[in-house]
């Protein structure tokens, strides 16, 4: 039986090289596996980068798990503190928000959830949300629409890279386009 090659692509970005294996997400589509976990020298790299291009805001939150050493970054930056939108509720939320939400890398519908007391940070304030990839951008409207309803207005969405047809969107700040695959 012979062995499959691996397909990958090749990125660029802030000034280091990264080849991506690319893998399938259905029977029409592949893409790139971008994983920045563990990738401390990227997140290091990109993070200021992407600090460049935001606008002027109060909270930077991150949908649960990839975003957040990139928030992590970012916060180290900047001097602030940092919300993560959890997949699931935990026993110490106390008035979760709660928004359904269908991710191009999940098989089903999953969940985003903020705690109440980071609902009580959010209101009023003005928002940044933060991840590692936007692709069809379901994950990050979820979130939107979380801090919508915790009262807060959300002043950008941002991401390392914009997969697809994300690159086109104009509300969503990113560093570098990546390009989708069929599948094979």
Same mark, same amino acid.
Do not use: H, W
């Given at each position: 039986?012979?062995?499959?090659?691996? +397909?990958?692509?090749?990125?660029?970005?802030?000034?280091?090289? +990264?080849?991506?294996?690319?893998?399938?997400?259905?029977?029409?589509?592949?893409?790139?596996?971008?994983?920045?976990?563990?990738?401390?020298?990227?997140?290091? +790299?990109?993070?200021?980068?992407?600090?460049?291009?935001?606008?002027?805001?109060?909270?930077?939150?991150?949908?649960?798990?990839?975003? #957040?050493?990139?928030?992590?970054?970012?916060? +180290?930056?900047?001097?602030?503190?940092?919300?993560?939108?959890?997949?699931?509720?935990?026993?110490?939320?106390?008035?979760?928000?709660?928004?359904?939400?269908?991710?191009?890398?999940?098989?089903?519908?999953?969940?985003?959830?903020?705690?109440?007391?980071?609902?009580?940070?959010?209101?009023?304030?003005?928002?940044?949300?933060?991840?590692?990839?936007?692709?069809?951008?379901?994950?990050?409207?979820?979130?939107?629409?979380?801090?919508?309803?915790?009262?807060?207005?959300?002043?950008?969405?941002?991401?390392?890279?914009?997969?697809?047809?994300?690159?086109?969107?104009?509300? #969503?700040?990113?560093?570098?386009?990546?390009?989708?695959?069929?599948?094979?």
């Amino acid at each position: 039986m012979a062995v499959k090659e691996q +397909r990958t692509y090749n990125l660029e970005i802030a000034g280091l090289k +990264r080849q991506l294996p690319i893998i399938p997400v259905n029977d029409k589509l592949s893409i790139a596996s971008f994983v920045i976990l563990g990738d401390t020298e990227l997140v290091v +790299r990109v993070a200021p980068e992407l600090v460049k291009k935001l606008p002027p805001f109060d909270i930077l939150l991150t949908p649960e798990a990839k975003g #957040i050493p990139l928030a992590f970054e970012i916060s +180290r930056l900047l001097g602030i503190n940092y919300i993560v939108a959890r997949k699931s509720v935990k026993a110490y939320m106390a008035n979760p928000i709660i928004e359904e939400v269908n991710s191009i890398t999940t098989q089903k519908a999953q969940i985003v959830c903020l705690d109440g007391k980071d609902s009580e940070q959010i209101k009023g304030r003005r928002v940044v949300i933060v991840d590692d990839v936007i692709s069809t951008g379901e994950s990050v409207n979820a979130v939107a629409r979380l801090i919508v309803k915790a009262g807060g207005q959300v002043a950008a969405k941002a991401a390392i890279l914009a997969e697809g047809d994300a690159a086109e969107n104009m509300d #969503i700040i990113y560093l570098e386009k990546l390009p989708t695959f069929p599948a094979f």
